[in-house]
Every structure is written in C-alpha cells, then in structure tokens.
C-alpha cells in the first residue's frame, strides 16, 4: 500500500524543539499535513475533536500523559484502535520496547535518529 502523504499526522512532544525537528523530517519525507499536540493530555484532546487523523508519531517521556499511556487509550478506544502509532523514545531498554509491543505500538524509533531511519520505520507501518 502506498503511503498517503496527505494524512493528517499528529506529532505529539513535550519539547517544542523535538516537534519541529520531527515535523522538519516528515516534510522532507512527502508529508504535507501535520498538526501537533504538547504532550498526551493535549493530543487525546486533539484525536477526539479531529476524527481526521490517520497516523500519530509520539514521543514516550512526557508529563501529565506519557506517549505510552496515549498508547493504551488510542488502543483501547474502539474509534481509534486501528490508528498508525510511531513512539520515539530516547530509551533503548529492551523492556519499554516489549512494554510498547504489548500495547500494539506500529512500530518504535529511538533517539537521536536519522530521517532516513524515520522514512524506513513509517514505510514499515503502511506496507
């Protein structure tokens, strides 16, 4: 399946920087159409009120709602439970990457990566 580089991607982090650093690459890729939220809470908010996105790319250490609990509750949520999730987390450990799969991530980038390896593991998702 090709990718449709029009979806409403939701890039979700606590850190501005992050976001536009991300947001830079996914343009680069193709993508044309990218909102942004400032952590879970924010970007649940976001997913409720615009039934329009398709694919979510959040980090996994931020406050109030990490990116692993917005994994659970897009997961479970009948609505959204097909939702296309990409986690980035700076945390290599073995156990988070298990914990992530559980909880049916798509698939998971650890930092600092390139956009090559970022283009590689959204490739994954949609083939």
Do not use: H
Request: hydrophobic share 45%; no cysteine.
């Amino acid at each position: 399946m090709a990718i449709d580089y029009s979806m409403k991607v939701l890039v979700v982090d606590d850190f501005a920087t992050m976001r536009r650093i991300i947001k830079n690459i996914l343009r680069q890729i193709g993508f044309t159409n990218i909102i942004e939220a400032d952590d879970g809470t924010t970007a649940w908010e976001t997913i409720n009120k615009d039934d329009s996105i398709e694919f979510i790319v959040s980090d996994w250490n931020m406050p109030q709602m990490t990116g692993i609990e917005l994994l659970r509750k897009v997961r479970s949520s009948e609505e959204f439970a097909d939702l296309p999730f990409l986690m980035v987390t700076a945390e290599a450990q073995q156990e988070n990457i298990i914990e992530a799969v559980q909880a049916k991530v798509s698939n998971y980038i650890v930092k600092p990566f390139t956009p090559d390896t970022l283009g590689q593991k959204i490739n994954k998702i949609f083939e």
